[in-house]
């Protein structure tokens, strides 16, 4: 058959040469040992973890190596396609921050190997298209729904492998003169390859995190150009990653099964494979077993969740480097105060089975990663996720950053600062008490130390309160507060003599602290006062007395 003039009847645009298209994207001038990574999400609207996991993987493997990291937009499934969905990659990415080299931004692509998103490389498709036409690799293929269906239901009978393949392939050799007549009716067709592999062979990969695979040759006479001309994900990740230069591939074990395809076109046309790291779904402990993540059951699949949490970038970042790479936890140790950049990353180390999401670890990784920031950090990230998520503490943080910082300093610094904030949604209920306007008492007190007690303490403590006491002189205050009413004037007293007293300075300190605060756990008690000052310290002494006084 005349494939040249068969390829001259399917494509009638001006296309270029394959030959040009080498010439406009030429391999990279980088240095050796250089990656260049992509990823490649569909706007589907939807952003999760697996998106971030991959991206980080990319960056990671890209700028380690002073390499390039690519966006692309996958965007040939239109019906998948929601309006936005470009917007929402970028803003999620941008939140992450990642920063791309190249690729689709909210204006002009930026590179030299775009266009970057799928949609507008049409012409570049269907280049190697005709190309693979011309050397009689690729043919027209008429086929209705219905007669693929019949096709299957037959396979299934005979038990034999489903698809388009051998026998099965019904227009591999159509003659030229019933492609013209069809094409001169108008009928609809797909572009499929003509797949000179055998499935009693076998192909050989070694890959980045999966190490060494072998799998049947691939047979199937797949799609390549849909009928609409769009590519296949198969077609369209051969061309744009040979184009684009990519040296790694990171995306989803599920693209294994498919994976002889990719190599077998990379091989047909001549071009170098790129390496591929398969990274495992990410799973999840239900009932006591495992699960993958579902985007139905489990809101932590979304990136949105994150952000809503307030759970800050970098914790969501170290979190999904712990699950990543299994070392990274002990490098952590080693090196505080180091940024994760600086840690080397490798393919190697990443996990071959599935990694187990836990949110109690990520919550402990992120209480780490607060607890080393500055009061002025947390601040500005606590108003910025407010901003969106609380007005009234917004306003209330915003009203006095000086009080508020005051507060987000308790027990920062130092060699051991507290870890008691995972994420932003919990600041409010952490340190609301400071604001009288959303103080909301839950009183509740010593249930060893009596009533008449309790509001001896409140009373008392007004009395003695000096709001200019350092440290020592406060707690003194506390002890001759605690022997004038009748309790131990000392821990150490009361450790030696339990059974005489009925109480000792540390219920007299939970007294004030639950008054002050409206609960029984809180940060530093002196601190809490001082930061409160005397007109609050006196008012909620007053109001825990009226409280006691009233539930008489
Ligand atoms: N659009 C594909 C996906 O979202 C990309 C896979 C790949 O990275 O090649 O799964």
Redo the contacts with the bound molecule.
């Keep these: 058959m005349d494939y040249k003039y068969l390829a001259s009847l399917l494509f009638k645009e001006d296309l270029k040469s394959i030959e040009e298209y080498e010439e406009i994207y030429p391999p990279r001038n980088l240095k050796e040992g250089a990656q260049v990574t992509r990823i ?3 706007p589907t609207g939807f952003m999760h973890l697996g998106n971030l996991f991959g991206a980080i993987t990319d960056e990671r493997l890209a700028h380690l190596s002073d390499g390039v990291f690519i966006l692309r937009i ?1 965007d040939t499934d239109k019906k998948r396609e929601v309006e936005g969905g470009v917007e929402t990659i970028l803003k999620v990415f941008n939140r992450f921050g990642l920063n791309f080299d190249e690729g689709a931004t909210l204006g002009k692509d930026n590179g030299n190997y775009g266009p970057y998103r799928q949609r507008q490389r049409e012409l570049i498709y269907k280049s190697y298209a005709k190309h693979l036409v011309e050397r009689g690799l690729a043919y027209p293929c008429f086929c209705t729904e219905e007669e693929l269906a019949k096709m299957r239901e037959l396979q299934a009978e005979r038990k034999e492998n489903f698809g388009y393949y051998g026998k099965y392939a019904k227009f591999r050799d159509c003659p030229i003169e019933e492609i013209i007549k069809r094409l001169a009716n108008g009928e609809s067709y797909v572009l499929r390859f003509k797949s000179m592999g055998d499935a009693e062979k076998k192909v050989y990969h070694t890959d980045l995190i999966k190490g060494k695979m072998e799998f049947p040759e691939n047979d199937q006479d797949i799609v390549l150009l849909k009928a609409d001309g769009i590519p296949t ?1 198969h077609f369209a ?1 051969v061309i744009d990653d040979h184009l684009m230069r990519t040296t790694i ?1 990171v ?2 074990e599920e ?1 294994l099964a498919t994976l002889p395809i990719h190599l077998q076109l990379f091989d047909t046309l001549g071009f170098k494979r790129p390496k591929y790291a398969h990274t495992a779904q990410l799973m999840k402990m239900d009932g006591g077993s495992k699960r993958k993540l579902s985007k139905r059951k489990d809101p932590e699949l979304s990136l949105d969740f994150y952000h809503q949490m307030g759970y800050p970038v970098l914790s969501v970042i170290e979190y999904l480097l712990t699950l990543l790479n299994s070392n990274f936890e002990e490098w952590r140790k080693q090196n505080q105060g180091v940024s994760y950049e600086k840690f080397p990353f490798s393919a190697k180390k990443m996990s071959v089975s599935g990694s187990l999401f836990d949110t109690d670890k990520l919550n402990d990784v992120s209480k780490n990663v607060i607890a080393v920031m500055t009061e002025t950090e947390v601040y500005d990230l606590v108003l910025s996720w407010a901003k969106d998520y609380d007005e009234e503490f917004y306003n209330l943080l915003s009203s006095d950053a000086d009080y508020a910082k005051n507060i987000f300093a308790i027990g920062r610094g130092g060699k051991k600062p507290r870890k008691d904030i995972a994420c932003w949604n919990e600041v409010k209920s952490y340190m609301g008490f400071f604001y009288d306007e959303i103080f909301a008492p839950d009183y509740e007190f010593p249930e060893n130390v009596s009533k008449e007690k309790t509001l001896e303490i409140l009373e008392e403590y007004k009395n003695i309160y000096d709001e200019n006491a350092d440290m020592n002189d406060w707690f003194e205050a506390i002890c001759a507060l605690s022997g004038k009413i009748g309790f131990a004037p000392s821990t150490k007293e009361f450790r030696d003599n339990p059974d005489k007293y009925e109480g000792n300075p540390g219920d007299t300190s939970m007294v004030l602290r639950v008054s002050m605060t409206g609960r029984q756990n809180a940060p530093d008690l002196y601190s809490v006062m001082k930061i409160l000052g005397r007109e609050k310290v006196i008012s909620r002494l007053e109001k825990a007395k009226k409280y006691i006084e009233e539930a008489k």
């Design positions: 490649a999400p569909s996958e994900y990740h591939v995306r989803g693209w």
